[in-house]
Structure formats: C-alpha cells, structure tokens
C-alpha cells in the first residue's frame, strides 16, 4: 500500500509438503530486498519469486512438512538496479 490502493501479490499454488520456514524465508527476503534499496512492491515481487523457487526446488528431506531450497539463485540484477 503505497497510495491508499492495495495490492494483491499471488503465486501458483504447488502441490509440495515442503514448505518448513516460508513465512520466515519470505520476511527475510523483502527485508533484504529493501535493504538494497528497492520500491516495496519490487522487493516483495522479488521475494515472491524466490521463495516460489524455492519451495518448487525444495530437496524432499524428511517425513511431513520439510525444508525449502535456500540454495536456489537470486535472479540475476545490474550491479546498480536498485542500489
């Protein structure tokens, strides 16, 4: 919400039980993402993205709700996009 408008940020839904640390991973990434200077609405696209990769990357460990893929690449930015 930037304007008074509010906006609604989705994703497909993956048929995954490895989704262990999400919302945790999802809060980091927009921190980290405005950190670098971002718009809001780029770093929460941003971190969007990656956890979306992450989960549909996940390695499958364990019985039940296991891990994400921390190790899955950032995309790829110009050393001065939002710096």
Do not use: K, W
């Amino acid at each position: 919400m930037t304007d008074g408008t509010v906006r609604r940020f989705s994703r497909p839904r993956l048929d995954t039980t490895s989704t262990h640390g999400t919302g945790c991973t999802l809060s980091a990434a927009i921190t980290a993402g405005l950190a670098h200077g971002r718009p809001l609405e780029r770093a929460v696209e941003d971190a969007l993205d990656f956890v979306h990769r992450a989960i549909a990357t996940a390695p499958g460990l364990g019985h039940g709700h296991g891990p994400l893929n921390h190790f899955v690449p950032a995309p790829p930015r110009p050393p001065t996009d939002g710096l």
